[in-house]
């Protein structure tokens, strides 16, 4: 959402007050630019397992990251079953709704060079995580191949050696 200047009401469910958002903030709310970012499946009861949905990164949402501060998503039941929907942080009870957003570094190659008879690819992003090395021998119109894959060390650096290179030329990616 655009607006994020809203606070947050301090009362409970049984002690609902006015201050900050309440159940009749949301239309002005939503008269500010709204982008939908993705819709995702939630099976309750939750009991503190967290649930990790990846959340696409629009040109919206890159601009309030860069920016600094707060960022506001609305999280709304998709389901015409729900009979009431009651969002607080301050619930109290060990099971309130929480998002956290964790940023991934960004996957670059770092360097590509040929020896011993390979092509070797370094790269860095996420620590400890598994990346798919794609390649084309075509960029104008690219028909991107998973040729292997390579997962990262604990500081974020990733290997990979493609042995059938030799008298090929072939263009590479990173994907995730």
Not at 67 to 92: C, E, H, M, P
Not at 120 to 145: F, K, V
Request: net charge negative; hydrophobic share 35%; proline share 8%.
């Amino acid at each position: 959402m655009a607006d994020n200047d809203w606070q947050q009401g301090t009362g409970s469910p049984n002690l609902p007050t006015t201050d900050g958002v309440c159940y009749d903030s949301l239309p002005g709310l939503l008269a500010q630019p709204v982008e939908s970012l993705c819709t995702n499946t939630y099976a309750p009861p939750g009991n503190n397992i967290p649930v990790y949905w990846p959340l696409p990164l629009s040109s919206n949402i890159l601009a309030e990251i860069y920016q600094g501060g707060s960022a506001t998503f609305r999280l709304y039941a998709a389901d015409q079953q729900i009979g009431y929907l009651f969002n607080s942080a301050y619930y109290g009870r060990g099971n309130q709704p929480l998002i956290l957003v964790i940023a991934s570094p960004l996957l670059t190659i770092l360097s590509g060079f040929f020896t011993n008879g390979a092509f070797h690819l370094t790269g860095s992003g996420g620590d400890r995580s598994l990346y798919q090395i794609q390649a084309t021998t075509n960029l104008a119109s690219p028909q991107w191949q998973t040729i292997g894959t390579a997962t990262t060390d604990t500081n974020g650096f990733l290997q990979f050696s493609d042995p059938a290179t030799p008298n090929t030329r072939r263009f590479y990616r990173l994907s995730q």
